[in-house]
Each structure stands twice: as C-alpha cells, then as structure tokens.
C-alpha cells in the first residue's frame, strides 16, 4: 500500500505561481510514472502531467510551457510547478502513482487551487 499526501494548494490571482507537492509513503525509484490530474467542478478529471521512471515527461496542452513536473527522489516527492495560471486551472488536483512492487495504482486525497482575482 502507497499512502500520497498532496500540499501547496490554495488561492492565487490569474498570472500567479503555485507549487503543489505530492509526498509519498516510500521511494520514488519504485514508481514507474508519477501524474498529476485534476478535476474542475462538475467536470471529469484530465490528465495533467506526467514523468516516468527513467524521466520523460508529458504534459496536457492546456497546461505546457506553464506547468512543471519535477521529483525529488531524496524526500520521496513529486511536485508541480504551475506559473502564470488561469481562471480555467481551479480545480482539485491529485496525484498519481504505479508502484512496481505492489502493481498497483495509487491516488492522492487531493488539493484545491483556485484562481481568481
């Protein structure tokens, strides 16, 4: 079992910068991706970001060029970088991971951002 623990949402004005952190309960190396989502109010929840084990990574094109997906294998983290946000990024945003070990997928409880002046 992967406990995911996300953190840094909150409330930021259009063109601001948030950064989101997604800690895991063991190492990063065991995971074969690392994603973040996100789902707006009364909408399905969309693929964000990705990074994959070996450091590819892949982003929605609402969101490339603007957002950053980045780990930190030392603190068992994956983070988000998000600059220059929009009205259309408030959702609530969960991080996702594939563990090797347990071949299982695991999902954060999730953390709200919200952009608005």
């Known amino acids: 079992q992967v406990q995911l623990v996300e953190s840094g949402g909150g409330l930021v004005q259009p063109g601001g910068s948030l950064r989101l952190s997604c800690a895991a309960s063991?190492?990063?190396?065991?995971?074969?991706?690392m994603s973040w989502y996100r789902q707006a109010p009364g909408k399905q929840r969309e693929f964000v970001a990705t990074l994959l084990h070996l450091g590819s990574t892949n982003y929605a094109d609402s969101v490339k060029g603007r957002f950053i997906i980045s780990r930190d294998n030392a603190e068992n983290t994956v983070s988000l970088q998000m600059n220059s946000l929009l009205p259309e990024d408030t959702a609530v945003y969960y991080c996702?991971?594939?563990?090797?070990?347990?071949?299982?997928?695991?999902w954060g409880q999730g953390t709200q951002v919200t952009v608005s002046s």
């Open positions: 063991k190492s990063t190396n065991d995971f074969t991706y």
């Open positions: 996702k991971v594939y563990d090797r070990d347990s071949n299982g997928v695991y």
